[in-house]
């Protein structure tokens, strides 16, 4: 088993910078990719962007030029860096693991919000 713990969030005014982290404990070595979605109050949860093992990235066009995701290999943590943030970027941010054998963690979530 995957444990997350998300860490970072915060309050922010727009067009700030918030650096959210993700540190994995467990089983790391069976983790494929790890991924960073968001929920908003009344909203589905979405995908906002992932790294596989390999460092490939992929972002959802919303936070396209905006945000960035990296992670640390010996920490085992991922980041997500988000800059120019607007009051829509707030929501619940989650990371989320893709695993061998079709398994997926969640962790509890860490809040951001983006308000003068």
């Known amino acids: 088993q995957v444990q997350l713990v998300e860490s970072g969030g915060g309050l922010v005014q727009p067009g700030g910078s918030l650096r959210l982290s993700c540190a994995a404990t467990?089983?790391?070595?069976?983790?494929?990719?790890v991924n960073w979605y968001r929920q908003a109050p009344g909203k589905q949860r979405e995908w906002v962007a992932g790294?596989?093992?390999?460092?490939?990235?992929d972002y959802a066009d919303f936070v396209k030029g905006r945000f960035t995701i990296s992670r640390d290999n010996i920490k085992n943590i991922v980041y997500l860096q988000m800059n120019s943030l607007k009051s829509e970027d707030t929501a619940v941010y989650y990371c989320?693991?893709?695993?061998?054998?079709?398994?997926?963690?969640w962790g509890q979530g860490t809040q951001v919000t983006v308000s003068s």
């Open positions: 467990g089983s790391v070595f069976n983790i494929n990719a």
């Open positions: 790294i596989t093992k390999t460092s490939d990235t």
């Open positions: 989320n693991t893709d695993e061998k054998r079709g398994l997926r963690s």
